[in-house]
């Protein structure tokens, strides 16, 4: 949904700041962000398997994922795309 990225980047900023957020911060963390969608409560739940006291079904929900690395895994730069051909017609 339309909502996701902002909800991905509140738990991002959540964990850089606090490091082992409480689930009560993770809930907190969520105040600004409107969500309309269904995937609200799966997000809240997935940032929540971060918090120090998470509960169970949280914690098996974060299982579900492998950890990923992002300093290590940075992208290669992509070569620039070939220029498009126009045409003109007369």
Not at 14 to 20: D, Q, R, S, V, W
Not at 59 to 73: C, H, M, N, Y
């Amino acid at each position: 949904g339309y909502c996701t990225p902002g909800m991905v980047m509140n738990a991002y900023a959540l964990l850089k700041e606090n490091g082992k957020p409480t689930a009560q911060q993770c809930m907190e963390s969520y105040d600004g962000n409107i969500c309309r969608c269904t995937g609200y409560r799966n997000l809240v739940n997935v940032s929540e398997s971060f918090a120090k006291d998470a509960s169970p079904e949280c914690l098996e929900l974060g299982s579900k994922f492998t950890a990923f690395d992002a300093d290590s895994e940075k992208l290669t730069q992509l070569p620039a795309p070939e220029r498009p051909i126009s045409k003109v017609f007369s």
